[in-house]
């Protein structure tokens, strides 16, 4: 007796390259329209409406993809620390793998300050919005929480990577490194210096890597 299985299943695994192709640039023009809203108006004002008008889909297929507001915002940030709307994890990349490859401590700690700056051109002022606004919005304040523990990962794995390439300042714990780390990274920190103060990234670049040397690695 035919069941239809067999139909099901077809109908169930077809794909269709030219739909999902259209659903990748759907949902990067609404992240990129919502990147512009939380900038521009904050976290608060910005409603999943006027995200949806401005990247020219129904607010239905905005909630569709994201549920909140603050999924959306966290979705705007992965993209922005990345670069892509790839799923590969940070420390799965190629900078990474180049960095890991670094026998020279200074050459790894060079190598994440470079990805740092890049990352937080394009992150730090969506992030900063995700922090400021943690305090009166339960939602984000979750997304807050996992921006902080991701930054500690990152901050734990530099720390780890020059422990493998030289010893810490005498003193100096590997959780008290973890730590100091954490805070340089601090994307407020990275606004306040490239905004406030008018530092170029590079300037920033140079001022993350001396003071981790400083701070961290013995004196030559």
Do not use: N
């Not at 140079?206 to 030559?220: E, H, K, M, N, Y």
């Amino acid at each position: 007796m035919d069941t239809g299985g067999t139909d099901s299943a077809a109908v169930r695994s077809y794909r269709s390259p030219r739909r999902e192709a259209h659903a990748r640039q759907t949902r990067a023009r609404i992240i990129a329209a919502a990147a512009r809203r939380f900038l521009v108006h904050g976290y608060s004002a910005t409603t999943m409406r006027a995200v949806a008008a401005d990247a020219g889909v129904a607010l239905p297929t905005v909630e569709l993809a994201f549920r909140t507001k603050a999924r959306l915002l966290k979705a705007v940030i992965d993209v922005a620390i990345a670069g892509d709307g790839e799923h590969t994890a940070m420390l799965d990349r190629q900078w990474a793998a180049q960095a890991e490859s670094t026998a020279d401590p200074a050459g790894f700690l060079e190598a994440f300050s470079r990805q740092l700056t890049t990352s937080a051109g394009r992150a730090a002022g969506l992030t900063a919005v995700a922090l400021e606004s943690a305090p009166v919005d339960q939602d984000i304040a979750a997304i807050a929480v996992q921006l902080k523990s991701q930054r500690q990962v990152m901050a734990a794995w530099l720390v780890d990577g020059l422990l493998v390439r030289t010893a810490m300042r005498d003193g100096t714990s590997r959780g008290e490194a973890v730590d100091i780390v954490w805070m340089l990274m601090d994307p407020v920190i990275f606004c306040r210096l490239t905004e406030d103060r008018h530092w170029s990234p590079d300037q920033f670049r140079r001022w993350f890597t001396d003071a981790v040397t400083r701070l961290l690695l013995p004196s030559p």
